[in-house]
Structure formats: C-alpha cells, structure tokens
C-alpha cells in the first residue's frame, strides 16, 4: 500500500449528496508514500464524484488540490505547544485570560471535574449553547459512539457552581495533542471566566499527561467572538486550507452561516425551545458535513 484517501457519502435534501474527507473534522485528505500515488488516490475521488452524481468533493487539509480544484481558505486553527509541567500552563497564558481564570474559580467560586460520566451533561450544554448562536448539534448518540470507541482518548471534563453544572467540553487526546471538540455553557448563570477556567483545566491535565501540543481546532476567519477568544489566549491563527472539486453541471448549496439563503433559519432557530432543536438539529446533522 502506498497511499489511501478515506471518503464518507454525506447525503441529505439541503445539502445533497457530497464526499468528504474527512466529515465532522478538522482534517482529512490524501496520505500518500509518492506523488504517483497522491496523484492516482485524487484521479479516483473525481471519478467517484462523477458516478455517485456528488455535488461536492471536499478534502480537508493543504495541499490536497489538483488542477481545476478549488482552494478554499475559510478557516484557520489554533495550535501551541503546551509547557513541561502542568504548574507552567497558568503562567503561560496571557494575563487577561489567567485573570479570567481566577476570577471564575476564586470569586465564583467554580470547581472542575473530568469524568466521562458528564458526557451527557455536557451535550446539554453544548445542544443549548448551539441553538443560542443559531447552529444545528450533533446527535447525543455521536458522542456516546465516539467514547465507547476511544475509551480514555475521550476526556470530558466540567466546570461547576456547587452542583449545578456551568459550562462542559468534550476533548480527543491524539498521541501528544490535545484537541477540544464541542463545548457548551448554560448562559443564564452568568459566570466570568468558566470558559477560561475550563480550557485552562484541560490544558493543565495534557500537560500532567506528558502532551506536548494543545490543538484549539478550527475557526472561520469571519467568527469575530471565536476567534478574539482564541487570540485572548495566547494562540495565533494559522491557515487551514480545504480543496474542492465541483464535477461539470453541479452547484452545490453554500452551508456556511454567512449564506444569505440561511439567514431566516438561524434569526428564527434561537426562538425554539430545546425540546425541538435538539432532536430537529441531530437530524440535520446526519446530512451537513460540518
């Protein structure tokens, strides 16, 4: 073997049918040995896409494209490395953010915990937090999947006021990095710095754990309040660069939250209760390669 390119079919009425390496990820793409093999892995994916009838084919990572592909830059990621010991984190950030962290824990009185048996609370966090910005969750039963088959590699860990829960984030350990991959916080409590004092506990545990990297994933470089929060942190962007090929006849539906077409869905998704936005985005999910 000398390259493979995993491919998932993403299908649905809104976005129609798509191949994407890799859905519901950061990253993705062509691992290849040599260029020949590179080159042959791309030459089937747009074969692929002409006989599937697939509007799109997106690989996830630079250096993906070929001629008449598509580069696309509409994201960045955060990436840095994380110090020797776990008592260096605090002082590592910036400090605005370490004060933010304090604050939350001191004044607020925070505590944090990791156990994955708050997988559930932190999907209600989450699932709440995304109806909030207009957005769509994934499925509860995704979660529960990805943690019965990476086992300790799932970290879930909590922030708390007494025993209500104030904010959650479920995170993936890859070898020596460390990548949260949703978060959620309950908006009606109020509380400064429980997103600070959250990614600060996660980074403290890499560290005790001998991680070198803390990988803050994936931003749109028009997500003004991601990104300043990001940056407030001590990271910098870097670019993160997506190819696409688009087979002749084809226009597939911009799914980005910017597209005018989706406006009147993200005004009026906030005003729903839970109770119909969660089951309702879980379902959306299953066909939007997010």
């Avoid at 670019?239 to 696409?244: M, R």
């Avoid at 005018?260 to 390669?289: E, F, N, Q």
Wanted: charged share 25%; net charge positive.
């Amino acid at each position: 073997m000398t390259g493979v390119l995993p491919l998932l079919e993403v299908c649905g009425l809104l976005a129609g049918r798509r191949l994407v390496s890799m859905p519901y990820a950061t990253g993705g793409g062509v691992l290849a040995r040599t260029d020949a093999a590179r080159r042959a892995l791309l030459h089937a994916a747009e074969q692929l896409a002409h006989g599937t009838g697939a509007c799109l084919l997106e690989l996830r990572g630079p250096g993906q494209e070929r001629s008449g592909w598509t580069s696309v830059d509409r994201y960045v990621e955060f990436v840095r490395d994380l110090p020797v010991n776990a008592a260096d984190v605090e002082r590592m950030l910036p400090r605005k953010a370490r004060a933010a962290a304090r604050q939350a824990r001191d004044r607020e009185g925070l505590t944090i915990r990791h156990d994955a048996r708050d997988l559930n609370t932190v999907w209600n966090l989450y699932a709440r937090s995304m109806r909030r910005l207009g957005s769509i969750n994934y499925p509860r039963a995704f979660f529960a999947d990805l943690g019965a088959g990476l086992g300790e590699r799932m970290w879930v860990t909590t922030a708390w006021r007494g025993c209500r829960p104030v904010a959650g984030v479920v995170s993936f350990a890859e070898r020596d990095t460390i990548r949260p991959y949703i978060s959620g916080l309950d908006e009606r409590l109020r509380c400064t710095g429980c997103a600070n004092l959250l990614y600060l506990a996660v980074m403290e545990r890499a560290a005790a754990c001998g991680m070198k990297r803390f990988d803050f994933g994936r931003t749109r470089r028009d997500n003004a309040g991601a990104m300043e929060f990001k940056r407030n942190q001590g990271f910098e962007p870097r670019d993160l660069t997506y190819a696409h090929y688009t087979p002749p006849g084809r226009k597939p539906l911009d799914l980005t939250p910017t597209n005018p077409r989706l406006a009147s869905l993200r005004r009026v998704w906030p005003r729903l209760p839970l109770a119909i936005t969660r089951p309702l985005g879980a379902w959306l999910a299953r066909s939007i390669p997010g």
